[in-house]
Structures are given as structure tokens and as C-alpha cells.
DNA sequence: GGGTCCCCTTAACTAGTACTTAACCATTTT
DNA sequence: AAAATGGTTAAGTACTAGTTAAGGGGACCC
């Protein structure tokens, strides 16, 4: 049906038989969603590498919508955030709380309504999503290239730029041999004999991160290059 | 729907491809646009109505952008004129065109990037889009952006109108990478080589604030920006 | 009109970092 | 065994950023 990952969307809402409708009719139009029945469930579900979209009643118990947005928005910039409200609140309101890209709809509204007002944002984050939190996971490893970080069970590697470009060009082409002209080319954009050595220097480096998971391991292929051995399950 | 009346731009480009597309993301983006086919009808519309901001294409036929910076600075000294130029154009052809507020994006550029720009001199000429009152709150630390007033207890920093500008674009965009020329492109409009050294000045300013709340910090990411790191829980 | 104040930019010096190069050793290939 | 390739660590170097102070332009005031 759809060869892009479903876009997920974080919706939390209180009625929950409006809940379910709304969640029956957004996995009809093909997404994913995550239900939570107050704020605070909300925010323990969030995670900014996953969610496409935050639909927040701004009436609930535990952390209302505003509540809820104001923590999204310091853990992701990017993800938009659509409110629900009833129709008696003052645009003023309502106004007041936006930030950025955010949106209201107002209750009651149609589905129609509501899956145009998505795609509307999904279309004006998309592109950006797509390269600009950039994460990947490698058997117990999780690689954020935006945030120049690799971590494993609670233990945070920092980044410099220049290893963060070569194990997200690793990530994209694991499981098969990369010529080693190949990746100075790609990540240094040159090919000379001492860039050649740089990159081994790189290479040790990013070996030692891997010690943490035996699954995950960069073999040398003598004479031609690497390959980046990652488990392919998942 | 907005009691604030949109800002109207006027936006000269021949390319009517590229120009419906710029005019639908500015649409989108909340502005109201007026899109001309060439100079001469750019310089028709202009007198008419009362434009918040200017983008001329510098290549079109039937008066060049330039010309119809000439037309319009007669009618108006204050709007802020932005060109929109290839990249074969020299840059002190383009230099020598500037004058008080103008300044010049080159082809290709991404919305954002035009965007940003654009906001960064309506702010120079009106006050702001519609924030009455941004306030941030910081760990211990509360921020005043109106009132430029940096506060932990009941000790207060006066801050400047830039100090108060990179703040708070600090506190929109917390607890993620920062790249160096993004901050500048925000806050200063344009990223060269002794803007950022000022910036590393005023970063300094801030930290110094910051010293009296240790959970809150302004860290250097070496080569490519910060990353402002507060407090997420609470 | 000149002086003063304020704030931003530019300069200058210092400190720190990341990438490259070198050196030496290990492994593989011929 | 000799030669080539790659692993690893350390030294070297260019660059980036921190910090403080000196310039310099604009606003305000007398």
C-alpha cells in the first residue's frame, strides 16, 4: 500500500469514544497511532524521532493539551502539533498558545477536516523529517546523526561531525562491501592516500563504540574495503 | 481568523513556476501575496497597496529587479526590499545595489531559508509577528523577551535587544543542535565571518548569566554550533 | 554641534579541539 | 620472505571558539 514507513501520530484525548473513532478513521486513511487517555500518558508515549504529528485535546485530565505541547515542543522543534478544542474557547486563547507551525481544530469536526489539516502539515515537514532527524538503530546501538550521538544501554558516545558522516553513510549501506574509495569519496569527497589513512584513523575509532554490541561489527575486506555488519532483523 | 492583519508581500518573478510555488509556501506560512509576471507590473502594484516586504526577482524582462528597487525606494525608503538572484551573479554586482535594508538570497534557496529572512527584517521594521508577551521559563531562570528581563531569584539581568533576540531563539529551539550558521541566519539575517565572531561574544554574555543555574547550559558543539540544554522534567 | 552613553562589531590574544600526518607494528598477499 | 595493506597510537597542525578589550556608529542631551 504504502512503501514509506506510516506516519505516526500521537493522539491523546480523554473521551474516549471520540478516541476510538478518530483512531479507527486515521488507521483507515493509513497511519499509525498511538492513543493516550490524558497528558501526562502523552508525554511518557512521545519520543521525537518517532512521532510525525501530535493531535492534543487541550481539555484532559493530568496535563492539559497546552500542557502537553509545551514538553513536546522542548524535545522536538519540528513535530507539528495540532490541538483539538471545543468550540465555546476563545480564539484568543487558543492564539496565544501557539507556537511555530501549530494548528486548532475546532470539536466537532469532520474527518475530512481533520485528515486535510494533516496533510497540510505533513506535506510542509516532510521533506525536512526526512533528512533532518536523521536516527538510525543498530542492534542495541541507537545512532541520532542530528544530535551527534550514539547510545547504548544508558551510555552516551558524543559525536564529532566527521564521525557522525561516515557511520551514517556505514547506516545507509550496511550488509554489503564498500570500496574505500567509495567512502572517502562520499564522506570526504576526495580520495588520496593520506585521507586514505585519516579514514582507518576514523575507523579504529568507531570500532571501539562497537565493542559495546558484538552484533554489530565494521570487517575489513583486505585490498578492497569495509562492510558494516548489522543484524537485519527488525 | 487573524485579528492580526497578514503581512503583504510583493513578489516579482518571472519564472511562473517558481513563483506560485514561493507564493503558496508564503501563503501557507501566513502572508498575503501579490505575485507579478515582470518589473513593470511589480512597479503598477506597488503604489496601491501598502507592502509589509519586497521580493524581486533581479532577472526578469520589462524593468529588471534592480530598476524596480529604484521605483520603489522613490515611493518608499522604509519597506525592506530582498532579492532574489542566480548564483552566476557576482557579488559586488549585487553589493553595489544594496542600500539601508536591502539584501539579496540566492537561487536555489529553500523556503526556510526565505522565510527566516524575511522575518528577520520585518521584525527590524515592525515589532514582531504578534508576540505580546513571550516569557520562557528556564530551570530556575525566567525570561522576559518584551520586557528584556532575564531573572533568578529576584536578581535581574537587563538584556539588550540582541541579547534578547538570541535567547530567545535559544529557548524555541532548546536541548537540540544548533548549527552556527542556523543561529545567524535567525537572529542576525546573515551568517559571515565577523557576525559569528560577535556572536561568540554575546554567547559568552549568556553564559555568564547562566552561571547562576547550573542545570541550565550553553553547550559548544566544536565546529558546528550549541546546543542549549535545559531542564525537561517538571 | 559636540560630548556622552550605550551597544554592537572588530580585533587580538589565548585555549582547546578535531583532523591529518607520521611512525611503528600486525596481518595478509604474492 | 618481501611487499603491500591496514591497525593503532601519538605527534603535529590548522582551525575553532572563549574571552577581554578596543573601535565605531547612532541616539540622546545639553
Redesign the pocket.
Known amino acids: 500500500m504504502q512503501q514509506v514507513p506510516k506516519v505516526k501520530v500521537l493522539l491523546a484525548e480523554d473521551d474516549l469514544s471520540l478516541g476510538y473513532v478518530i483512531k479507527d478513521n486515521l488507521i483507515d486513511a493509513g497511519y499509525e497511532v498511538i492513543l493516550c487517555p490524558d497528558g501526562q500518558s502523552a508525554i511518557d508515549k512521545f519520543d521525537k524521532n518517532d512521532f510525525g504529528i501530535c493531535l492534543l485535546d487541550v481539555m484532559m485530565p493530568n496535563k492539559d493539551g497546552f500542557a502537553v505541547a509545551r514538553k513536546i515542543r522542548q524535545l522536538s522543534d519540528m513535530v507539528p502539533i495540532l490541538f483539538l478544542t471545543a468550540r465555546s474557547m476563545e480564539e484568543d486563547k487558543i492564539k496565544g498558545f501557539q507556537s511555530g507551525a501549530d494548528d486548532y481544530i475546532t470539536k466537532p469536526f469532520s474527518i475530512q477536516e481533520l485528515l486535510m489539516r494533516m496533510e497540510v502539515f505533513l506535506r510542509r515537514t516532510r521533506k525536512m523529517h526526512s533528512d533532518k532527524s536523521l536516527s538510525f538503530t543498530i542492534g542495541k546501538l541507537n545512532f541520532s546523526y542530528t544530535d551527534l550521538k550514539l547510545k547504548i544501554d544508558k551510555e552516551v558516545f558524543n559525536l ?4 557522525a558522516d561516515l557511520l551514517k553513510f556505514l547506516c545507509e549501506h550496511s550488509n554489503r562491501i564498500l570500496k ?1 574509495e567509495e567512502v572517502l569519496l562520499n564522506v ?1 569527497g576526495k580520495d588520496d592516500y ?5 579514514m ?5 575509532k568507531l ?1 571501539k563504540y562497537f565493542k559495546a554490541d558484538p552484533e554489530v561489527n565494521l570487517e ?1 575486506i ?4 569495509f562492510r558494516f555488519n548489522t543484524p537485519t532483523t527488525g
Not at 582507518?200 to 579504529?204: G, L, M, Q, S
Open positions: 564529532t561531525q566527521k564521525e574505500r570526504w593520506f585521507l586514505g589513512r585519516s582507518d584513523v576514523f575507523i579504529t570500532r575489513t583486505h585490498g578492497v574495503g
